[in-house]
């Protein structure tokens, strides 16, 4: 059963080692998944930029060969 991290902590109480664990757990998968996220977007934005690259290589070609 899941609990609170924050249940029994008031201002001044120091953190039990297990709640410590949870947040450093948590803080760790937040910036896997932030850093997963990143990842996927720069290779989206890289696929695409080398598309248009090639696509506009291919119509420089055929611009020259018709010229």
């Given amino acids: 059963m899941r609990t609170d991290i924050c249940e029994d902590v008031r201002a001044g109480d120091p953190l039990t080692p ?3 664990e949870r947040i450093r757990q948590l803080v760790r998968e937040e910036c896997y998944f932030r850093d997963r996220e990143a990842l996927i977007k720069l290779t989206a934005m890289t696929l695409l930029l080398k598309l248009a ?9 055929l611009a020259f060969r018709f010229l």
């Fill in 18 to 20: 297990q709640q410590e």
């Fill in 53 to 61: 690259g090639t696509l506009m290589l291919g119509l420089l070609l």
